[in-house]
């Protein structure tokens, strides 16, 4: 059982930074590939970057490649992810996602992943 909890959210305006934390409680958080996902007020849940359990395989959105970067820190049990540059289009409840032993392409898909946190909120102002 693994339990996230997604921090860093907030208010920015356009062209600014956030970085997103999500810290796993829990055991073994190294064997879990971790993802992000973005859902904006109706719209479809949209995949947003993953990372492999070794943080070797990262993987983005077409929308957000060389934009956001997603890390982790399994000393920590957290995963980031760095926004830069935002746009009003970036403005969503983001997400993070655990998958025991995820790795791939597979890893752009919600539903394998077994475990969410709550979401926090992104606004970006123009």
């Known amino acids: 059982q693994v339990q996230l909890a997604e921090t860093g959210g907030g208010l920015v305006q356009a062209g600014g930074s956030l970085r997103l934390s999500c810290a796993a409680s829990?055991?073994?958080?190294?064997?879990?590939?971790m993802g992000w996902f973005r859902q904006a007020p109706g719209k479809e849940r949209e995949f947003v970057a993953a990372?492999?359990?070794?943080?070797?395989?990262?993987y983005y959105g077409d929308s957000v490649k060389g934009q956001f970067t997603i890390s982790r820190d399994n000393d920590k049990n957290t995963v980031y992810l760095q926004m830069n540059s935002l746009q009003p289009e970036d403005t969503a409840v983001y997400f993070c996602a655990a998958e025991p032993g995820g790795s791939g392409v597979g890893l752009r898909r919600g539903v394998i992943y077994d475990y969410w946190g709550q979401g926090t909120q992104v606004t970006v102002s123009s």
């Open positions: 990372i492999s359990w070794n943080g070797c395989s990262p």
């Open positions: 829990g055991r073994a958080f190294n064997i879990y590939a």
